[in-house]
């Protein structure tokens, strides 16, 4: 499994979401009690950009602009809709200060 740095911790504070481009394509990263969670950028609903929704660092959900879709950044499940499929996860790690992350999802 190939990672990719994508920034530095200082780029995606406590509480924060951040997008980064892959090679195989956006993905969001959420900072959540210092885990990194990193998630496909795109809504399964309609394709909207899930970074451009509300991050809730207490509950781990990013609910989507567009039309209210929630996820659970973690296992990329909806927890409410209309979306009804899951978006895809990444592993992301912590490297001397850095994020990386698969280039590849999870499964």
Do not use: Y
């Not at 990672?3 to 530095?8: D, E, L, P």
């Not at 795109?42 to 929630?70: K, N, Q, Y």
């Not at 990444?90 to 992350?101: I, Y």
């Amino acid at each position: 499994m190939d990672f990719v740095r994508v920034g530095s911790l200082a780029e995606i504070p406590e509480g924060e979401m951040r997008a980064f481009d892959l090679p195989s394509g956006r993905i969001a990263v959420a900072h959540v009690e210092a885990r990194m969670f990193a998630f496909a950028d795109e809504c399964t609903h309609a394709g909207c950009a899930l970074s451009d929704g509300d991050f809730d660092d207490r509950a781990a959900t990013v609910t989507c602009a567009c039309h209210g879709s929630v996820f659970d950044v973690e296992t990329g499940e909806p927890v409410e809709g209309p979306a009804q499929d899951p978006v895809a996860v990444h592993r992301a790690r912590l490297v001397d200060g850095w994020v990386e992350v698969a280039d590849q999802p999870i499964g």
